[in-house]
């Protein structure tokens, strides 16, 4: 029996993870949240010195990317994750491990090392995959495939709230000028670059309330699968 797959691209701050999990827990599906894969191998690297060199020692990163020891813990009101045995669930969330997360997202090699780790979520009874290129490159197969786009204005005014209420202090200047530097980095890297599949459906919310982009969303979905 084939698994049903929906996935949902975007740039960062656009809300498709918020959406992803309320997507997963609407059709008991399991859920990826491939961007915290590349969060943690950004930040393994930066901790252990590799970030920088990445070249240089491009075989000791794949073996990490390879070999990465993380661990989610869900319960019905959050997911912690822990990287190495250390919990990073705030951590991985900054604007630094975001930076981080780009810089390891344009080496060809680490991407694939990831690859099948992600393939790996492909699990009964369906998949949710939240990303930047889920429908493009890892999961070209699925029935569902979103894309979930707002300004760089909304999704930095987004962003400070969500770090706000994680008790970090955050500039909405500062968020704005990441935002708009990983989308160019994003969308320009030679490999995968973050754009919508040719059968997405492409959904804008930078006016719209996440309750209204959920509607959207399940009756595309419920239409595909």
């Keep these: ?3 049903q797959i929906i996935t949902i691209d975007g740039p960062s701050g656009s809300g498709k993870g ?3 999990a309320k997507i997963a827990a609407h059709y008991h599906f399991n859920l990826l949240d491939s961007g915290a894969l590349y969060r ?3 930040l393994l690297l930066f901790q252990k010195g590799l970030l920088n060199q990445i070249e240089a020692k491009l075989d000791q990163c794949i073996d990490y990317a390879t070999h990465l020891d993380i661990e989610f813990k869900s319960n019905e009101t959050a997911t912690q994750v822990l990287l190495e045995g250390a919990d990073v669930t705030n ?3 900054t604007e630094q491990v975001g930076e981080y997360a780009s810089k390891v997202a344009t080496v060809p090699e680490l991407r694939k090392a990831l690859f099948q780790r992600q393939r790996a979520f492909i699990q009964h009874p369906g998949l949710v995959a939240d990303g930047r290129d889920m429908a493009t490159s890892i999961f070209p197969e ?3 495939k979103l894309y979930l786009t707002a300004s760089a204005e909304s999704r930095a005014e987004r962003r400070v709230k969500q770090l706000q209420g994680m008790g ?3 500039k909405i200047s500062d968020i704005l000028s990441n935002i708009q530097a990983r989308d160019k980095r994003d969308m320009e890297r030679e490999v995968a670059p973050l754009k919508p ?3 997405a459906y492409i959904i804008d919310s930078s006016t719209i309330g996440i ?10 979905i419920d239409s595909r699968i």
């Design 1 to 3: 029996m084939t698994v």
């Design 18 to 20: 918020t959406l992803a």
């Design 40 to 42: 943690l191998l950004g």
């Design 91 to 93: 951590t991985i969330r």
């Design 142 to 144: 699925a029935q569902a």
């Design 168 to 170: 970090l202090d955050a």
């Design 197 to 199: 599949a040719e059968d």
């Design 211 to 220: 309750d209204e982009v959920f509607k959207l969303m399940v009756d595309y």
